[in-house]
């Protein structure tokens, strides 16, 4: 976790039983222009956000499932696109896509690093707040929709859930950072992801830390007991 500390990139493959992909992870307090130009040419695939449960209830943050299925009635289309086949989970973590308000169109790489770093300032400004008043700083800094889409963890972190989203929380937590962290999936000249074994080539080429799903869930076991 010494890297993630040091504000570097790690690879984290999850498994060869879920999306079989490898992503660029690192803490999003740490993230600049240069870190989305890496992601945005080197991975290929989409930038997001993670955070932790704990976090989205505190801002009210909501699962986009849950809240197409509540306002089904009014817009019939989101029942018919409900997410309740994806063939390599139970549920979709994402929730909101927001810009920061200095941002300008949000896409750039300036912008969408500002967003992400500023979402990592805002967890620290409101971890002492009620939820009303946390829901207003974060009203006051960000906008959606936006150019920056949010993962939200499960609960149970590694317990329900294994994805990327969970890893990435468990790791942040572990290495004592704030629970947001930045990534984007890495995608091979052949239009699929990357293979595991190219992304260890790749890892070992660019001095990245490479780390596969059950090494984390195995820490997190230890360090959570």
Not at 26 to 41: D, L, N
Not at 77 to 82: C, D, H, R, S, T
Not at 189 to 215: P, Q, T, W
């Amino acid at each position: 976790m010494t890297d993630l500390q040091k504000g570097k990139f790690v690879l984290i493959y999850d498994s060869e039983n879920r999306e079989g992909e490898t992503d660029f992870v690192m803490a999003s307090q740490f993230v600049t222009p240069e870190s989305v130009k890496r992601m945005r040419k080197d991975g290929g695939g989409l930038i997001f956000l993670m955070t932790s449960k704990e976090v989205a209830d505190r801002l009210q943050l909501p699962f986009l499932a849950e809240l197409y299925a509540d306002i089904s009635d009014c817009y019939p289309v989101l029942k018919e696109i409900a997410p309740n086949d994806i063939p390599y989970d139970t549920k979709s973590s994402f929730s909101l896509y927001i810009n920061h308000r200095d941002t300008f169109t949000g896409i750039t790489d300036k912008d969408r690093s500002l967003t992400m770093r500023k979402f990592a300032e805002l967890i620290k400004k409101t971890n002492n707040l009620d939820i009303k008043s946390a829901i207003k700083e974060f009203g006051r800094e960000f906008r959606s929709p936006g150019h920056v889409p949010m993962c939200v963890a499960s609960e149970n972190l590694l317990n329900e859930r294994k994805g990327h989203t969970e890893l990435v929380i468990a790791a942040l937590q572990m290495a004592g950072l704030v629970p947001a962290g930045s990534g984007c999936e890495i995608m091979g000249n052949n239009g699929r992801a990357l293979s595991k074994e190219d992304a260890i080539r790749y890892a070992e080429k660019n001095n990245f830390v490479f780390l596969e799903g059950k090494e984390i869930i195995q820490a997190w076991k230890q360090w959570s007991k």
